[in-house]
């Protein structure tokens, strides 16, 4: 698990959520952007990632994605991965993340977000659970609860999705079909 002051604080907090959001480049992807000569844009996801997210899901906890960029790529993987929420192209994320609190009647209590960046800091800092990838900027390091020990893209989101499903005491993630 990722780096923390006080574990028995941050199972505490993990319990209480029943809304996961995540952003995008940085966090479900390592941040680089891939761009053909005919403007096509390619990222690149982990499927350990995808798994998570597929996992929680089952579980009952939601997933969001706030993205400030839009990207066909980006909207085919939520797709597949059966995420409701997405919201691209958000350059003022709180406007989505007040939105997700009056939809789905949440508390901000009751949420995490996972960034890596500026853009991220503003919702991160009215969430219960604010979590940092391990290479995120160091604005993002400082408002995070919690660091994990993955980089972006590369298991981070994973990482989260398993505390959160420990944390809830919910089942594990044999026997569901993600990939």
Same mark, same amino acid.
């Given at each position: 698990?990722? &780096?923390?002051?006080?574990?028995? #604080?941050?199972? %505490? !907090?993990?319990?209480?959520?029943?809304?996961?959001?995540?952003?995008?480049?940085?966090? !479900?992807?390592?941040?680089?952007?891939?761009? /053909?000569?005919?403007?096509?844009?390619?990222? %690149?996801?982990?499927?350990?990632?995808?798994? /998570?997210?597929?996992?929680?899901?089952? %579980?009952?906890?939601? *997933?969001?994605?706030?993205?400030?960029?839009?990207?066909?790529?980006?909207?085919?993987?939520? /797709?597949?991965? /059966?995420?409701?929420?997405?919201?691209? @192209?958000?350059?003022?994320?709180?406007?989505?993340?007040?939105?997700? #609190?009056?939809?789905?009647?949440?508390?901000?209590?009751? +949420?995490?977000?996972?960034?890596?960046?500026?853009?991220? *800091?503003? *919702?991160?800092?009215?969430?219960?659970?604010?979590?940092?990838? &391990?290479?995120?900027?160091?604005?993002?390091?400082? *408002?995070?609860?919690?660091?994990?020990?993955?980089?972006? @893209?590369?298991?981070?989101?994973?990482?989260?999705?398993?505390? !959160?499903?420990?944390?809830?005491? %919910?089942?594990?993630?044999?026997? +569901?079909?993600?990939?």
């Amino acid at each position: 698990m990722g &780096a923390t002051a006080n574990s028995e #604080l941050l199972e %505490t !907090l993990a319990a209480s959520i029943k809304l996961l959001i995540l952003d995008v480049d940085g966090v !479900l992807t390592d941040g680089r952007l891939w761009m /053909g000569d005919d403007g096509a844009e390619y990222k %690149t996801f982990n499927v350990k990632d995808g798994h /998570g997210i597929k996992a929680l899901i089952a %579980t009952g906890t939601d *997933v969001a994605v706030i993205t400030g960029r839009r990207s066909a790529a980006v909207d085919r993987r939520m /797709g597949e991965l /059966g995420v409701r929420h997405y919201y691209a @192209g958000q350059h003022d994320k709180i406007a989505a993340f007040n939105e997700l #609190l009056q939809t789905l009647v949440l508390k901000p209590s009751q +949420i995490a977000y996972v960034g890596d960046d500026e853009p991220d *800091v503003p *919702v991160m800092q009215r969430v219960a659970l604010p979590v940092a990838v &391990a290479d995120a900027h160091e604005s993002a390091k400082k *408002v995070a609860g919690w660091i994990t020990l993955a980089n972006g @893209g590369a298991g981070a989101v994973r990482e989260v999705c398993d505390l !959160l499903m420990t944390a809830n005491q %919910t089942p594990g993630t044999a026997g +569901i079909n993600t990939e």
